[in-house]
């Protein structure tokens, strides 16, 4: 998802917040309130537009069926994307503001049904590899966010700003046929079970706030680094997205890898999880570095820590779907569409819900204290989603291992009473 911007205007250094020429008062200006109220306005509009839809797309999903929900979030987001490309016909001031709302509003509904359809029908085709599936198709995922910036740069100063746009709705927009013929059709009676049952289960909770605290990771790193590096190591506005390539290539090459792990070898997936949340945690202290650790800040040390974090994030992010989805199951949630749709729902709307909370977040902490406390900071979240899940797992552990016990008493028990009279 997109993160809207964040505040610019605090300078960040080796002598923190307010050093040097970027000096600023530590109170907001009537501008800069204006600015954030206004980014976070949208945020909360996009994100709400997207994550509202967990609570009953999936209810609708058994309904109207998984194909017809992708086809139509499909065709919807293809001819918003087009009507991106003509907004800028509209005159100035209100009227062109109110549109950008609507139209990325309805954008965000349209992303949000394609992704809660197509996570379905994968599972639903891949019910023994759902995580080397989802996993695989993330190299997908990281392909489109290197060539997007340089595809569209190149279309922009070649044609101007409507060709983006329109070419990239055109090309949606010819999927919807491909897909309406390619896809099998899923039937499924609805389900018994609601999505709040799902949601209060304890370690679905618990996987819910480690996938909205990674999400919030990236939703960071969104705004704020490009102005950290530009800042920090005064590099060519051209050079800042190769800054983010370390981070999307390992996230991308990693993530097939944890999910045939996560498929092949499911006790692996906890590891996953706890390690994952911990090393993230640990790059976002280096990413400044965090100024007690008295680490100079350096371009190659960045791009490093990034592609740690790339391929962390995959370890976590991954086995997420497949333990949410084993945890249902484990609690009488039935196979299916409905099922499906309901882990695919949450897992989206917990995304969304990071993804608003990690640019606002950090655009506050930037402009407060600096990027590097403000990545440390950001990087909490994941420390505590990580320890919380082990002491979870732990928790399990153990309470499995009381109950198997009293049975193998009785068992041995029962053993030997049966044996005693042909003893004596």
């Known amino acids: 998802m997109e993160a809207a911007g964040s505040p610019a205007a605090a300078g960040t250094g080796d002598d923190g917040p307010g050093g040097g020429a970027g000096e600023t008062s530590g109170r907001l200006s009537r501008e800069q309130l204006f600015v954030l109220v206004s980014a976070a ?27 017809f929900m992708l086809i139509a979030g499909m065709f919807v987001s293809g001819g918003v994307i087009i009507l991106f490309g003509v ?26 049904a394609v992704i809660t359809a197509s996570s379905s029908i994968l599972a639903k085709a891949f019910p023994n590899n759902v995580a080397t599936v989802l996993g695989s198709l993330e190299v997908f995922s990281g392909l489109g966010l290197v060539l997007g910036p340089p595809l569209g740069g ?10 983006p746009f ?37 370690k ?20 704020i680094l490009s102005l950290f590096v530009l800042e920090k190591f005064n590099l060519p506005a051209g050079y800042v997205g190769l800054v983010f390539l370390g981070l999307a290539l390992s996230y991308a090459i990693s993530s097939p890898l944890f999910g045939l792990l996560s498929d092949k070898k499911p006790h692996l997936r906890k590891w996953f999880l706890v390690f994952g949340n911990l090393i993230t945690a640990g790059c976002y202290v280096l990413l400044g570095p965090v100024p007690i650790l008295h680490i100079k800040s350096q ?19 991954i086995p997420t779907f497949p333990e949410i989805l084993s945890c249902a199951y484990e609690n009488g949630f039935e196979e299916g569409i409905s099922t499906l749709g309901l882990v695919s729902g949450l897992v989206s709307a917990m995304w969304s819900v990071g ?6 977040l950090g655009g506050f902490l930037y402009e407060k204290i600096g990027f590097q406390w403000a990545a440390a900071i950001q990087g909490l979240w994941t420390l505590i989603s990580g320890l919380v899940m082990g002491l979870f797992y732990l928790w399990e552990y153990s309470t499995t291992t009381r109950r198997s016990k009293p049975q193998n ?8 009473a049966a044996l005693l009279p042909n003893e004596i």
């Open 355 to 360: 993804a608003f909370m990690g640019p606002l």
């Open 299 to 317: 371009l190659w040390l960045l791009v490093l820590v990034l592609v740690v974090n790339g391929v962390s994030a995959g370890m976590s992010i």
């Open 87 to 112: 907004l800028d016909q509209l005159p100035k001031g209100p009227i062109f503001i109110v549109m950008c709302f609507l139209v990325r509003i309805v954008d965000a509904i349209g992303f949000g």
């Open 41 to 67: 306005s949208m945020n909360l509009g996009c994100m709400m537009a997207y994550s509202i839809l967990g609570p009953f797309f999936p209810h609708e999903l058994v309904y109207i069926g998984a194909k």
């Open 204 to 223: 679905v909770g618990l996987i819910a706030f480690v996938i909205i605290s990674l999400s919030s990771c990236f939703g960071f790193l969104d705004p």
């Open 409 to 416: 008493i009785v068992g041995t028990e029962e053993e030997q």
């Open 154 to 163: 190149f279309l922009y100063q070649s044609f101007g700003y409507e060709v």
């Open 166 to 202: 329109i070419l990239l709705g055109c090309i949606v927009l010819l999927m919807v046929p491909l897909n309406l013929y390619l896809l099998p059709s899923y039937e499924s009676d609805p389900g018994e079970h609601l999505f709040w049952k799902l949601v209060t289960l304890p």
